[in-house]
Structure formats: C-alpha cells, structure tokens
C-alpha cells in the first residue's frame, strides 16, 4: 500500500541541521510517501534543489536515504556518485545518521561508496596517529 504523507518532523529537522551546518538553504523536501516494504528510496532533482522520498518500514533506512539524497543536494550537479560525492555522504552518514545500516545499504547500491568509506576512515586514523 502507497500513502502519500506529510514529511515527518524529524526529517524536516535533519534537513534544516545539516543544511545549516553547511552553509546553505535547507532542501525542500516535494513529496514524502509511505509504502508497506522495507526499503526506502529517494531522488534529488531540478538540479539538485528538491528531494522526493519513498519511506519504507526500516526507519534507519529511510533516514540513510535522506542523508544520501541530501549529500546531492550540497553536492555540485556534476558530481552524481563520484568518489567525491560518497566522501561527502559517508561524512553525512558518520555525523548524522545510523552507520551501520548506511553501510548495508550502500554498500548494496554503489561499489564506490565502499572504497570511499575506506579512504575516510584511512585519512582519519592517520591524522590520529
Ligand atoms: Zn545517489
């Protein structure tokens, strides 16, 4: 079953605290729908400047896939999934969200997204050291 929502309050609070937190305008998020499966899905769009959201029953992942969908947003339109754009998300992920499940589910959507994830982590340990 498909139900067409209004977007939930934390949702519209992590919008406007990451959007803050990077200098810019909060995201406008269009249209927020519910559906009876798991997984949750997004796209960003008009150039970046609205975000739709399919929000399944794993509440973690359907805030993984507003961090994600909002790492477009604050990236350049060129950008799509290059190694640059999935460092910004996994900052995203680490800062904001849940990273076990943005693991699995990223990991499941773009190979890239793992390599970046390794790069983050090598950099930071090393600047610990
Ligand atoms: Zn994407």
């Known amino acids: 079953m498909k139900t067409r929502g209004t977007v939930p309050e934390w949702a519209t609070e992590l919008v406007a605290r990451v959007c803050k937190d990077y200098g810019r305008r909060p995201a406008v998020i269009t249209s927020w729908t519910r559906k009876d499966r798991t997984y949750s899905s997004g796209v960003t769009w008009d150039r970046r400047r609205n975000i739709t959201i399919v929000e399944g029953t794993d509440a973690l992942e359907a805030r993984t896939v507003l961090l994600h969908e909002l790492a477009h947003y604050l990236s350049p339109v060129g950008w799509d999934h290059n190694l640059r ?18 693991i699995r589910t990223e990991f499941a959507y773009k190979a890239k997204a793992q390599l970046a994830l390794v790069r983050l982590v090598a950099a930071y340990a090393s600047s610990q050291a």
């Open 85 to 102: 754009f999935w460092t910004r998300c996994w900052e995203l992920h680490i800062v904001y969200g849940h990273l076990p499940t943005a």
